[in-house]
């Protein structure tokens, strides 16, 4: 970045990214196969308005990825994965999944603030959605000195992004970012696939007193 321009410019230090891409998959043969697994609720239950519950649910089993029947979707994931971690992060590990779910949203659910621990990067892939079903939107929790009105929001100032979600649609993002899922108002149950991934190997150079080896265990 030079400091030599006569003109002034501006640049988004120290963004976020948010890897989006449609994926060419078959989501209803995905949703075809979900009737095998069991669903609970996921998270605690919380109310935004009188007499609408406001949960979501998601499969008991927590490694879906891992299942045999979907590895070619995880081959799918991971081949767009690391177009963008290996393009344009330029991360020379190898990532493994450590939890992955289903996800599924009935009319008036949706999905609190959160955002993921232990580990690194976490994704989205939606399989059964409409126009109504359930924004996602990410939130911008940096703490602030002031909070000011805001004339026209844009990618420097705005403290939300919000996505429409359509089936095929990958999501991947920075684990630390909070998220939620707007209210349901379709009467289309919505369907999505949620994972999680960590780099894996060295950590870190070898000549420092700050690196580790991770390897995940299931």
Not at 117 to 136: A, K, P
Request: hydrophobic letters at 30%.
């Amino acid at each position: 970045m030079s400091n030599t321009q006569s003109t002034g410019n501006l640049y988004p230090m120290f963004s976020k990214p948010l890897y989006s891409k449609i994926l060419d998959i078959d989501t209803k043969k995905i949703v075809s196969m979900l009737e095998e697994y069991d669903f609970r609720t996921g998270g605690n239950e919380y109310t935004l308005s009188e007499g609408i519950d406001y949960t979501i649910s998601i499969t008991k089993n927590l490694y879906v990825l891992d299942d045999k029947r979907f590895k070619f979707l995880k081959d799918k994931i991971m081949e767009e994965f690391y177009k963008f971690s290996r393009g344009e992060m330029k991360y020379p590990n190898k990532f493994e999944t450590t939890t992955s779910w289903f996800t599924k949203s009935t009319k008036n659910h949706s999905g609190q603030s959160h955002n993921h621990n232990n580990c690194m990067i976490s994704g989205i892939l939606y399989l059964q959605t409409n126009e109504n079903s359930g924004n996602i939107v990410f939130e911008n929790f940096s703490n602030k000195r002031y909070k000011l009105e805001i004339d026209d929001y844009n990618l420097y100032n705005s403290t939300e992004c919000e996505i429409r979600p359509v089936d095929g649609l990958l999501l991947m993002f920075p684990s630390e970012v909070h998220h939620m899922i707007q209210e349901n108002k379709s009467d289309t149950t919505r369907y999505s696939l949620a994972f999680n991934l960590t780099p894996i190997g060295l950590i870190g150079n070898t000549k420092s007193d700050s690196h580790m080896t991770i390897k995940v265990e299931k």
